[in-house]
Nanobody, 113 residues
Framework: DVQLQASGGGLVQAGGSLKLSCAAAGFPFEDYAISWFRQAPGKEREGISCISISDGSTNYAESTKGRFTISSDNAKNTVYLQMSSLKLDDTAVYYC??????RGQGTLVTVSS
């Protein structure tokens, strides 16, 4: 089956770090770009970061630039999102999405004070 599965969410204190994983299966991983999005309760969906699997180029939203790092392990068909200096406003459901809008289930990140 073609799928994306995000994992690694949890409860973390403000200022802490967390690493999310997005495991891809059922399609040629290197043919796509993979993005991380998040959606907090009552807020619009926000694109956080994107990586082109073929050439490793990345981009980031201003809200996460310098704090979050996207990377990929092509041997494992997995994209990661390393999150540091987490803020209360980073609390949201995070999910990964292929550039043709295939999206997996999200993982909840809760940042506490």
């Amino acid at each position: 089956d073609v799928q994306l599965q995000a994992s690694g969410g949890g409860l973390v204190q403000a200022g802490g770090s967390l690493k999310l994983s997005c495991a891809a299966a059922g399609f040629p991983f290197e043919d796509y770009a993979i993005s991380w999005f998040r959606q907090a309760p009552g807020k619009e969906r926000e694109g956080i970061s994107c990586i082109s699997i073929s050439d490793g180029s990345t981009n980031y939203a201003e809200s996460t630039k310098g704090r979050f790092t996207i990377s990929s392990d092509n041997a494992k068909n997995t994209v990661y999102l390393q999150m540091s200096s987490l803020k209360l406003d980073d609390t949201a459901v995070y999910y990964c999405q292929r550039d043709d809008n295939l999206r997996g289930q999200g993982t909840l990140v809760t940042v506490s004070s």
